[in-house]
Nanobody, 116 residues
Framework: QVQLVESGGGLVEPGGSLRLSCAAS????????MDWYRQAPGKQRELVAL????????YADYSVKGRFTISRDNAKDTVSLQMNSLKPDDTAVYYC?????????WGQGTQVTVSS
């Protein structure tokens, strides 16, 4: 089992910044991928960005390129998502996701609200 604990969500004005963090614990594999997904009200959950153990990065959502930065600390088994220039369309519940060759796990989600 792998447990994921997210932090860093909240309310921010348009143009502001937030940093989300996700700490993994438990039976962590040597090679794994960690991602950030988000789900806006009335919409499906979508992949935002992913980063592999070898620091290969993919921003799946074109709208976040240049504004969001995903990073990880392998020594601490954490992944972060730095979000700058936030827009109201970024409002969603953000979920951390971990996957390795055995299984996949989700965090509990953290609310990000961008509003003036």
């Amino acid at each position: 089992q792998v447990q994921l604990v997210e932090s860093g969500g909240g309310l921010v004005e348009p143009g502001g910044s937030l940093r989300l963090s996700c700490a993994a614990s438990g039976s962590i594999a040597r090679i794994y991928v960690m991602d950030w997904y988000r789900q806006a009200p009335g919409k499906q959950r979508e992949l935002v960005a992913l980063i592999s153990s070898g620091d290969s990065i993919n921003y799946a959502d074109y709208s976040v390129k240049g504004r969001f930065t995903i990073s990880r600390d392998n020594a601490k088994d954490t992944v972060s998502l730095q979000m700058n220039s936030l827009k109201p369309d970024d409002t969603a519940v953000y979920y951390c996701h971990y996957s390795d060759f055995r299984a996949a796990y989700w965090g509990q989600g953290t609310q990000v609200t961008v509003s003036s």
